[in-house]
């Protein structure tokens, strides 16, 4: 028969309401977890189960903050985010181009694309920085 860790701890005995404190910072339940043996096995428990209270030496808050650093980390390092494609600006940089290369204003290229002027220019614009991103 293997026992479990939890009937291990030294903190079975004693009061539990210690551990269980409204406090997120119970520093005092926790320095008491020092030198435990099973504070390691504590500890992942209560990183994988959201536990209330403290658990393997570290508080609630102790815990979150581990938490938080893990879902952060990528595993192969920090990674940059993918741009979406900006469709809409690509084909209204296209059509404006076709447009503006019959003869045609920026001004009027915008009210044959029902589109306002400025709408065109930033779309435009968009689309020339996704092409020179793309490019290099």
Same mark, same amino acid.
């Given at each position: 028969?293997?026992?479990d860790?939890?009937?291990r701890?030294?903190?079975?005995?004693?009061? @539990?309401?210690?551990?269980?404190?409204?406090n997120?910072?119970?520093?005092?339940?926790a320095?008491?977890?020092?030198?435990? @043996?099973?504070?390691?096995a504590?500890?992942?428990?209560?990183?994988?189960?959201?536990?209330?209270g403290?658990?393997?030496?570290?508080?609630?808050?102790?815990?979150?903050?581990?938490?938080?650093?893990?879902r952060?980390?990528?595993?192969?390092? @920090?990674?940059k985010?993918?741009?979406?494609? @900006?469709?809409?600006?690509l084909?209204?940089?296209?059509?404006?181009?076709?447009?503006?290369?019959?003869?045609?204003?920026?001004?009027?290229?915008?009210?044959?694309l029902?589109?306002?002027?400025g709408?065109?220019? *930033?779309?435009? *614009?968009?689309?020339r920085?996704?092409? *020179?991103?793309?490019?290099?």
């Amino acid at each position: 028969m293997t026992v479990d860790w939890t009937q291990r701890g030294p903190c079975r005995t004693g009061d @539990p309401d210690r551990f269980f404190v409204d406090n997120l910072t119970n520093d005092a339940a926790a320095a008491l977890c020092r030198g435990c @043996p099973i504070v390691q096995a504590c500890g992942e428990y209560a990183l994988r189960h959201e536990l209330y209270g403290v658990w393997g030496g570290m508080t609630r808050l102790r815990r979150r903050a581990i938490q938080a650093k893990a879902r952060t980390a990528a595993p192969n390092g @920090p990674q940059k985010r993918k741009r979406k494609k @900006p469709v809409r600006a690509l084909a209204l940089l296209r059509r404006s181009e076709r447009l503006i290369a019959a003869g045609a204003t920026v001004e009027t290229a915008a009210k044959r694309l029902r589109v306002s002027r400025g709408y065109l220019l *930033a779309a435009r *614009a968009r689309a020339r920085r996704h092409l *020179a991103g793309v490019a290099s």
